[in-house]
């Protein structure tokens, strides 16, 4: 079956970065594409950007695109996401998830998700 | 941007839920979709394509709409049914969801 596996929580200092990995088994890891989404605490869900796993392709959503990078490792089946310059609003849960149809090209809905990794941000 | 209401529906095990999420935009696609989640969980896929059940999904919960009105029904609640609705567009980058709608026990 699909699972998408996270790094343990992290506590960093404003202006650090985080590097947050996420480990894909149950399918051709290839095949289909990343996204990432984040969750502030009590807030609702935000998307953050998507990679193809095939020739990494990104596509970004515009408040993120000048902070996050997105990469992938076919031969560990990991996708990672890091962000950096890090402020105090950035504390959140980082969520992966993986495409849902083959080709989709990020436009996809969710139906395989991380367990999440809380990121903390604080002096 | 998506817009839930309401922010939170108080009902009844048994009962009938109807959630409605309303587009800024007019969608031509059907590319939208609605997730459940729950306290210390990833949301869960329960509707994509506007109307089709995810894997696993029971047949209480349909979804309907089209253009800029959208709606999730759960025709009776179950006592698992008590958690937070997210709807979500994939049809025009950046992606988006809504606000999130709580469905409490009465």
């Known amino acids: 079956q699909v699972q998408m596996v996270q790094s343990g929580a992290e506590v960093k200092k404003p202006g650090a970065s985080v590097k947050v990995s996420c480990k894909a088994s149950?399918?051709?890891?290839?095949?289909?594409?990343v996204s990432w989404l984040r969750q502030a605490p009590g807030e609702g869900l935000q998307w953050m950007g998507w990679?193809?796993?095939?020739?990494?392709?990104?596509n970004f959503h515009p408040k993120f695109r000048d902070r996050v990078t997105l990469t992938t490792d076919t031969s560990a089946t990991t996708a990672y996401m890091e962000l950096r310059s890090l402020r105090s609003d950035d504390t959140a849960v980082y969520y992966c998830?993986?495409?849902?149809?083959?080709?989709?090209?990020?436009?996809?809905?969710?139906?395989?998700w991380g367990q999440g990794t809380l990121v903390t941000v604080s002096s | 941007v998506l817009t839930q209401s309401p922010g939170i529906l108080s009902l009844s095990p048994g009962e009938r839920a109807t959630l409605s999420c309303r587009a800024s935009?007019?969608?031509?696609?059907?590319?939208f979709a609605w997730y459940q989640q729950k306290p210390g969980q990833a949301p869960r896929l329960l509707i994509y394509?506007?109307?089709n059940r995810a894997g696993g999904v029971p047949d209480r919960f349909s979804g309907s709409g089209s253009g800029t009105d959208f709606t999730l029904t759960i025709s009776r609640l179950e006592p698992e049914d008590f958690a937070v609705y997210y709807c979500?567009?994939?049809?025009?980058?950046?992606?988006?969801f809504g606000g999130g709608a709580k469905v409490d026990i009465k």
């Open positions: 998830a993986r495409d849902h149809d083959y080709g989709s090209g990020g436009y996809t809905d969710f139906a395989f």
């Open positions: 149950g399918y051709i890891f290839p095949d289909y594409g």
């Open positions: 990679i193809s796993a095939y020739n990494g392709h990104t």
């Open positions: 935009v007019s969608f031509s696609s059907n590319y």
């Open positions: 394509g506007v109307s």
């Open positions: 979500h567009q994939y049809g025009i980058a950046p992606f988006t």
